[in-house]
């Protein structure tokens, strides 16, 4: 094994997601990165194990199998204190923090919150890299995929890698993009034409980076 090994890294799942886009590899291990070190954006670039090309790193987006479905993930908001607690917060057409309160359902609906998340057993991603570092990282430094892990959405409760003998980190095994990539680096490695373009960013960190016309995964919900 070196550190350009291609891999495919699997995550076991126990708990429900909530994603809107799907994360790449390299995102992912830039959150461990800061939860690890304190170090964030550019700063995690040097500490990510994956190779990089082009200025882009070769690690794919998340790949859901292909039997999953959509379940409930609910969530109690917090209670800050007393004033929260007072059945006079919650009464109906009430000034100020609850406006109207439809108690149809309970006197705490507002407290109350659900929506759709993804339920698959396992999700994988495909890299290229050093793969018992990637496993390291997201084994002690992150916890959960998507929003609300901090409730317990999307807990992770394994990681392994397994090798590939080819490198699917940018194109997958079908012939469509794995990552977001710009349109000038998918046609220059003979990526399919009819693939859909739209504005993305391609480089870390994704939060500043400008958007570039771009070839993406579809995305998850």
Known sequence: MTANTPFELILEL????????????????????????????KDTIEHIPLAMEKGIFKGSS?????????????????????????????????????????????????NLYSH?????????????????????????????????T?????????VHWLPTEEDYSWVL?????ARPLPVAIWQEIGGDPSAPVAPAPV???YWESPKVDAVSPPLVR
């Open 14 to 41: 126990l708990t429900p997601f909530s994603m809107r886009y799907p994360v790449t590899l390299d995102a992912l291990l830039s959150a461990a990165v800061f939860n690890k070190t304190g170090l964030m954006g």
């Open 62 to 110: 998340l790949q859901l199998p292909r039997i999953w479905q959509y379940s409930p993930v609910c969530r109690i908001m917090g209670l800050r204190g007393e004033g929260d607690l007072s059945p006079a917060a919650f009464a109906p057409k009430r000034a100020g923090r609850y406006v109207f309160i439809d108690q149809q359902r309970g006197d705490y609906k507002r």
């Open 116 to 148: 759709q998340g993804i339920h698959a057993k396992e999700v994988r991603f495909f890299g290229v890299g050093d793969p018992e570092k990637t496993v390291a990282l997201i084994q002690h430094y992150i916890p959960g995929l998507g929003k609300r």
């Open 150 to 158: 901090n409730g317990g959405a999307g807990e992770i409760v394994g």
């Open 173 to 177: 095994p079908d012939g469509s993009p």
């Open 203 to 205: 480089t870390l960190p």
